[in-house]
């Protein structure tokens, strides 16, 4: 299992609170929140520490996720 520093895991949860003001607050739910912490904790698996790329991690797969979960 992945350890991350409390920098890091700051950085994260800032990106996943970011990301989910640019989705509508009707579509703010808890799943579309789960997906989006699972991008952010993927791409800080793969290496990325930067709040901007951690950030724009996610925010590129907003549709994509909407449109997953949304009916």
């Not at 409390?6 to 799943?31: F, G, K, Y």
């Not at 950030?55 to 996720?65: E, G, P, R, T, W």
Request: hydrophobic share 50%; charged share 15%.
């Amino acid at each position: 299992m992945p350890s991350y520093s409390p920098e890091l895991i700051h950085s994260m949860r800032a990106a996943l609170n970011a990301v989910m003001t640019e989705i509508p607050a009707d579509q703010a739910t808890p799943a579309v929140k789960a997906y989006m912490a699972e991008i952010i904790l993927g791409a800080a698996a793969a290496g990325e520490t930067n709040y901007e790329v951690l950030l724009a991690a996610a925010s590129k797969q907003i549709q994509a996720v909407l449109t997953q979960l949304m009916p």
